[in-house]
């Protein structure tokens, strides 16, 4: 693992388990690897967690995070739409093998899926008494910080490989 990979694991690790929010917390853990901080992204990002709005049938927030960032470093811009570069397929492409590391490891992205592969259950986080069992099942402590952390590590990976990070 790189420098770059390992960083970004533990930073995703710490800021899961300190600030919660496993989308904006992969988000930061990339942006701080890479130096690419733009708070606007992060802003974005807030609702995304637990699945979007916490409800847990969507995908998991530290995945949409990494590939929100992915797409910050290699995405269409707004200004070439019409895209005749073909640039969003590439960025389709790596995050596909994004992709391919989440079904490995956990079968799914779907947020639920993913606790139930970590935690035995899943837990429905709207829900104030679902929302502390799942706490105290190690949400918090354990299993959410290791999904944000392998994320972070994973898109830091790529990002690497397709020398995607800009140099200072």
């Given at each position: 693992?790189?420098?770059?990979?390992?960083?970004?694991?533990?930073?995703?690790?710490?800021?899961?388990?300190?600030?919660?929010?496993?989308?904006?917390?992969?988000?930061?853990?990339?942006?701080?690897?890479f130096d690419?901080?733009?708070?606007?992204?992060?802003?974005?990002?807030?609702?995304?967690?637990?699945?979007?709005?916490?409800?847990?049938?969507?995908?998991?927030?530290?995945?949409?995070?990494?590939?929100?960032?992915?797409?910050?470093?290699?995405?269409?811009?707004?200004?070439?739409?019409?895209?005749?570069?073909?640039i969003?397929f590439?960025?389709?492409?790596?995050?596909?093998?994004?992709h391919?590391?989440?079904?490995?490891?956990?079968?799914?992205?779907?947020c639920?899926?993913?606790?139930?592969?970590?935690?035995?259950?899943?837990?429905?986080?709207?829900d104030?008494?679902?929302?502390?069992?799942?706490?105290?099942?190690?949400?918090?402590d354990?299993h959410?910080p290791?999904?944000?952390?392998?994320?972070?590590?994973?898109?830091?990976?790529?990002?690497?490989?397709?020398?995607?990070?800009?140099?200072?």
């Amino acid at each position: 693992m790189t420098e770059a990979a390992e960083k970004a694991y533990e930073l995703g690790k710490h800021y899961e388990k300190t600030y919660r929010g496993c989308s904006q917390c992969v988000i930061a853990a990339l942006q701080d690897t890479f130096d690419i901080r733009d708070d606007a992204i992060f802003k974005a990002a807030t609702g995304l967690a637990g699945g979007g709005s916490m409800a847990t049938d969507g995908s998991c927030g530290a995945y949409v995070g990494a590939i929100m960032v992915l797409g910050y470093l290699l995405g269409r811009e707004r200004d070439n739409f019409s895209d005749p570069e073909g640039i969003r397929f590439r960025t389709h492409e790596l995050a596909r093998k994004f992709h391919e590391r989440y079904i490995d490891q956990y079968g799914s992205v779907v947020c639920r899926d993913i606790q139930t592969k970590v935690m035995g259950r899943p837990y429905y986080l709207c829900d104030p008494e679902e929302y502390q069992k799942f706490h105290n099942a190690g949400a918090h402590d354990v299993h959410c910080p290791e999904v944000v952390g392998k994320a972070a590590r994973w898109m830091a990976e790529i990002i690497e490989a397709e020398n995607l990070a800009p140099r200072s």
